[in-house]
């Protein structure tokens, strides 16, 4: 016997960890248009993005060791930049990057710039945890509000049609 609600999760999750902009905010539409559970969905997008992103950083990790992109990370002219990328990179990257990059791309990037002097879980894990799920909210709540109005608009039009 198959349960449906399993196969909305399992698309909702093969949506989120797609690798286009907007996982994110199509499967919390998805979520919020389907009725699921908006906890177990907010932690399911959570987990998975952040696995998904988490293999990504570590590939970055891995293409940093490429010889023509460590001599264009170890120029003079964009030292400055990656100091300060370093020093402030994930906490504006995953907080503000994020809403229009979005968390995997940007996770690549900071596995790219990624020192092994820092700590990962500060550098990275932590702040993405913390704005992937802060997203999965925000987006949560505005796709539920969305599709309540159009609802409401698409309904009173078939009131006003029903008339004449």
Avoid at 33 to 58: G, K
Avoid at 60 to 68: C, D, P, Q, T, V
Avoid at 137 to 152: D, E, P, R
Wanted: glycine residues 4%; contains cysteine.
């Amino acid at each position: 016997m198959s349960n449906p609600v399993l196969y909305k999760y399992l698309i909702m999750t093969a949506i989120n960890i797609t690798p286009f902009i907007g996982g994110k905010y199509f499967s919390t539409a998805y979520a919020a248009y389907n009725h699921l559970n908006p906890f177990l969905s907010i932690s399911i997008i959570t987990v998975s993005e952040t696995i998904s992103c988490a293999v990504l950083f570590f590939i970055g990790y891995r293409l940093k060791f490429l010889k023509s992109l460590s001599r264009l990370l170890n120029s003079k002219k964009t030292r400055k930049a990656h100091d300060y990328v370093i020093k402030y990179g994930p906490v504006i990257g995953l907080f503000v990057g994020q809403m229009f990059i979005g968390a995997p791309p940007i996770s690549l990037a900071l596995g790219i710039i990624y020192d092994k002097e820092r700590n990962i879980f500060l550098f990275f894990f932590l702040p993405l945890f913390t704005s992937i799920f802060l997203y999965s909210i925000f987006n949560f709540y505005l796709n539920t509000a969305a599709i309540l109005s159009v609802n409401k608009i698409i309904h009173s039009y078939k009131d006003i049609f029903r008339i004449f």
